[in-house]
């Protein structure tokens, strides 16, 4: 099984700026992506940043130019630097890995979530 462990969130000041990170663990054989959702009450869960094991990234059209997603390969972790923050980022914010547990199986999986507010 694998785990990810999320951190970082809390409340920030419109325009400001906030880090979350997260850690994968477990019965890990290969990690084809990682990435960051947001979820609002009610709301579909959406897309905010993705990064593959080749570095390449895919970002929100909202959230372009503002938030950058990174990771250190060998940790298997990855980083979101929000920055600018509106109050429309306000949300729910959930890890995801898809990760291969074997040489030909693998899953998707999910962190717990963390609180992300934007408010003054």
């Known amino acids: 099984q694998v785990q990810l462990v999320e951190s970082g969130g809390g409340l920030v000041q419109p325009g400001g700026s906030l880090s979350l990170s997260c850690a994968a663990s477990?019965?890990?054989?290969?990690?084809?992506?990682m990435g960051w959702y947001r979820q609002a009450p009610g709301k579909e869960r959406e897309l905010v940043a993705t990064?593959?094991?080749?570095?390449?990234?895919d970002y929100a059209d909202s959230v372009k130019g503002r938030f950058t997603i990174s990771k250190i390969n060998a940790q298997n972790t990855v980083y979101l630097q929000m920055n600018s923050l509106k109050p429309e980022d306000t949300d729910v914010y959930y890890c995801?890995?898809?990760?291969?547990?074997?040489?030909?199986?693998?899953?998707?999986?999910w962190g717990q979530g963390t609180q992300v507010t934007v408010s003054s």
């Open positions: 995801n890995g898809r990760i291969y547990t074997s040489p030909t199986s693998w899953d998707e999986f």
């Open positions: 477990g019965s890990i054989f290969r990690v084809v992506a």
């Open positions: 990064i593959n094991a080749g570095h390449g990234t």
